[in-house]
């Protein structure tokens, strides 16, 4: 058969792009590679089955065997001792080549004393970097199980967009950022699967100790799996973009892709909003274009979010972005009626198309499979379009850095000076070493110096702004204020929750002193490169020893010296010589301290003066209480801050508390922010949980004879702390003459949303012994309380009160004089114990250390 001039040529033009093509793409050589499903014995998001960790990397490991595209980083073990992984999947020449990229990434992540001409070359001979994350919370299943798929993918195929995304992007995908939760919620499937309980939510918490919160630790750094991360993004390979993939509530949207919406957190670099939109439209084109219905961007998450992975990620130069499945139950299938389907959130009024929502799905039944496929696409389009796009991502990384740069150092605040006297210096200590973990360059004055008018210590700290996370910085360190405009309030001008909180400042949290200067101070100063730990000092030819009451880690030296038996006093008194609070310790060897001092830092110094007034300090025996019903974040946080202080306790479930005879185990019982129907177990129908939703191991409450014991308990001389939300449980138990200001008011007349607020502190009554006389407290619609006029007036003492105006530090308060002056902490007398309550966060989430005093005061008497 004789071919026409034009098919001809037709095969002229297709065999030429094969050739360029076949030059310009390198060519793999493969090795067979095992799928998914032939691993597994089932299909990736199949209805009813799930893959545990253990499996999960297993596969990773095989895979890796198997292929020279693949390098598997095991960082080390989780909080309960399971394998964190990081998968870096690249082409086999860029895996010879990794530490001369890494060099490359790192230059142009912060290209200060670089050359713009070296950046160029940088820019070609570089690779994109990008991340990507699933599994942070482990019910959320569909992305986990993604993961096999997707490395399967870019190991076995070997099309052009494949080669393409090999070479030109170095992608380190995290499979599960909570190895523990995994296999908990995996463990608890299988148990319930086939039985009337399948598909309901696990009893417990999905982390040892934060649940849910693992997504607000990117900026304090408490968890073992948090530090993992924070390696490898803030400081090894700082990622040009990266997706956190998450799943959401059934009865919405199936999909949320990239970007948010208004408002957004100041001091990111423009260009992290502007690629933002540029990679979602892609993501949103590309799942349109392959049929997927009911995608959303640019409406129910806004900018302004809390300081999770991908919140905070934006302010370190990372295009950081969020994509969000509408979940089923686990592995098994809902279906939703075409009603059910609502909008109702920011930017997403009704459900029906508009321009960010183009296509509604109708209902229908809805399976893991199908957020693992559109997971899927969203995660390949992401690289696909870094590749596509290699030069301009790497010239963008450049831009937003050296943007940061020369804002820091025009703008209205040079540097930031953290003082060398503090009052706990060691939390600001603590505090550096955090900073440090989150690649932010901080110099130590080698002596005295001066900036602003005033003479700063040898040993403070400075953080220049004219750094490439200078956005961080403003965030982290400074006084923010939520904005209060159109994105922020209804029409009728009811304001609209913040996502998360109104500020997160860390410095107010931790009760640290950070100065702000308008120039860059003159002296000499010394990179700090590695975390600082020294350790506390032992005087010698000492026979008495005192702490320093104000120091947290003081806290932690008593639990450790008691722990070994040793007695210890504190001072009730103040002279020249010591504080409300000090702690004393008598004829104790010098070596018996010296591993305790080194642990803690904390010094043993000589006592010169006699108190007149102490008191031995005895550790009580804590009970902390804990239900199910999903857990409890704030009582996850209250034990990983115990820990961290070695204070002892033992969990409380509701079956102990109602058996009684409380007194003969405990000192202290504390229950932790809560509200009232979880604590009693006397659940609304219409709430998430039910008890008869679950088996009946699995129901806790105190109900009225719980409540009873507690009665019983404090009468007998036991002390009862409340935190939070839990105060209002303790009002009605024990009839308490207090009422909370903040309750049932208009949010038009008062409203406080997560932020710092101004305090006076009782600092010589023994439950706030250590603090300053004047603080910041953390307040999240927190209780606030007044003492009503009762017969027993004098059971009731306020140990710290809100000041009579100007309250706010950072974030957003309307209607100060609903709380000027108010309480927010009491103690009352209740027979012959005590119920101390604590409005607002004292020891949220681990972070705000510059209150943790007033939770250990109750504990060591």
């Known amino acids: ?303 302004w979010g809390h300081f999770g992975w991908h919140w905070i990620t934006p302010f370190h130069n990372i295009t950081g972005m969020l994509t969000e499945s509408a979940s089923t139950k686990l592995a098994t299938p809902v279906y939703i009626q075409p009603e059910q389907l609502k909008g109702g959130s920011r930017m997403f009024p009704a459900y029906e198309a508009q321009a960010s929502f183009p296509d509604p799905w109708l209902g229908g039944w809805w399976h893991l499979r199908d957020i693992v496929e559109q997971m899927k696409v969203s995660a390949w389009s992401l690289l696909e379009m870094a590749a596509l796009n290699k030069e301009t991502i790497l010239e963008a990384a450049y831009l937003k850095a050296r943007n940061q740069i020369d804002k820091g150092a025009s703008g209205d605040v040079k540097a930031l000076i953290i003082l060398a006297e503090q009052h706990d210096h060691l939390t600001a200590l603590k505090m550096i070493n955090i900073l440090l973990r989150s690649g932010i360059r901080i110099t130590k004055a080698a002596g005295d110096f001066q900036a602003g008018g005033r003479l700063y210590a040898e040993g403070s700290y400075m953080i220049s702004l004219d750094q490439p996370k200078m956005g961080l910085i403003r965030n982290l360190l400074m006084e923010t204020h939520y904005p209060d405009n159109a994105w922020t309030r209804k029409e009728d001008g009811v304001p609209l929750r913040p996502y998360d909180l109104a500020t997160h400042t860390m410095n107010e949290f931790m009760g640290v002193t950070v100065e702000p200067v308008a120039e860059i101070p003159e002296g000499s100063f010394f990179i700090v490169k590695e975390q600082e730990n020294p350790a506390g000092i032992v005087a010698e030819d000492t026979k008495v020893f005192i702490l320093d009451g104000r120091q947290n880690h003081s806290y932690k030296a008593v639990n450790l010296l008691i722990d070994k038996g040793v007695k210890v006093k504190r001072i009730d008194e103040s002279t020249n010589s010591f504080r409300h609070g000090d702690f004393v310790i008598e004829d104790v060897p010098p070596e018996k301290l010296l591993p305790i001092a080194k642990e803690t830092g904390v010094d043993f110094m000589p006592l010169n003066e006699d108190p007149q007034i102490s008191h031995s300090v005895r550790r009580c025996r804590v009970g902390l209480f804990q239900r199910y019903y999903g857990g409890n974040m704030d009582e996850g946080w209250t034990r990983n801050c115990l820990e961290n202080y070695s204070f002892p306790y033992e969990t409380l479930m509701s079956e102990e508390i109602t058996k009684g005879s409380l007194n003969k185990k405990w000192d202290v019982i504390v229950i932790p922010d809560d509200s009232p129907a979880m604590i009693s177990g006397v659940i609304e129908r219409n709430t998430r949980y039910k008890p008869e939703d679950y088996p009946e191991k699995y129901r806790s409450g105190l109900g009225k004879e719980g409540g009873e014991q507690l009665k019983s308990f404090v009468a007998g001389g036991g002390t009862l702390v409340v935190l939070g939300r839990a105060w209002e449980y303790a009002s009605k138990t024990f009839d308490l003459s207090i009422r909370n200001l903040s309750e049932n008011i208009d949010r038009k007349a008062f409203y406080c949303p997560g932020s710092t607020l101004k305090v006076k502190f009782n600092n010589t009554n023994p439950l706030a012994y250590g603090m300053p006389a004047e603080g910041l407290v953390l307040f999240r619609s927190s209780p606030v309380f007044e003492i009503v006029p009762n017969r027993f007036n004098e059971h009731y003492e306020t140990i710290v009160r809100y000041k009579d105006q100007n309250l706010l530090k950072s974030g957003w308060l309307d209607g100060e004089k609903m709380i000027a002056g108010k309480d927010g902490m009491i103690k009352v007398k209740y027979g012959s114990g005590t119920i101390v309550i604590i409005g607002f966060r004292t020891q949220h989430r681990n972070q705000t250390d510059g209150t943790f005093k007033l939770l250990f005061n109750t504990i060591l008497e």
């Open 1 to 303: 058969m004789k071919l026409s001039n034009k098919y001809l040529s037709g095969l002229c033009i297709v065999f030429s792009l094969f050739v360029f093509l076949s030059f310009t793409l390198p060519v793999y050589t493969q090795n067979t590679i095992t799928s998914p499903e032939d691993f597994f014995g089932f299909r990736m998001g199949e209805d009813r089955v799930l893959a545990r960790w253990d499996k999960i990397v297993e596969y990773f490991n095989l895979l890796e065997e198997e292929s020279d595209r693949i390098q598997v980083v095991n960082m080390g073990p989780s909080s309960e001792g399971h394998p964190f992984l990081i998968v870096l999947i690249t082409s086999p020449d860029n895996l010879a080549r990794l530490e001369h990229l890494q060099e490359i990434n790192k230059k142009i992540s912060n290209p200060e004393g670089i050359s713009r001409e070296m950046i160029t070359q940088y820019i070609k001979e570089g690779k994109a970097v990008i991340f990507q994350s699933m599994g942070l919370h482990a019910s959320e299943v569909g992305g986990t199980q993604m993961t096999p798929e997707l490395a399967y993918d870019l190991l076995a195929k070997n099309d052009n967009e494949t080669k393409l995304i090999l070479d030109n992007v170095l992608f380190f995908m995290i499979p599960c950022m909570n190895p523990d939760g995994e296999v908990m919620i995996v463990d608890w499937y299988r148990e319930t699967v086939g039985t009337q309980y399948e598909g309901v939510s696990m009893p417990w918490l999905y982390h040892k100790y934060c649940g849910h919160d693992n997504n607000r630790d990117g900026d304090f750094l408490n968890l073992q799996e948090s530090k993992y991360i924070a390696q490898a993004m803030y400081v090894d390979w700082p990622p040009q973009a990266y997706i956190d993939h998450h799943q959401m509530g059934s009865y919405g949207a199936r999909f949320y892709v990239p970007p948010y919406c208004d408002p957004i957190r100041p001091w990111a670099d423009p260009l992290v909003w502007r690629e933002m939109n540029w990679y979602g439209s892609h993501i949103a084109y590309k799942l349109q274009a392959k049929g997927f219905q009911g995608v959303l961007n640019s409406a129910q998450f806004s900018g």
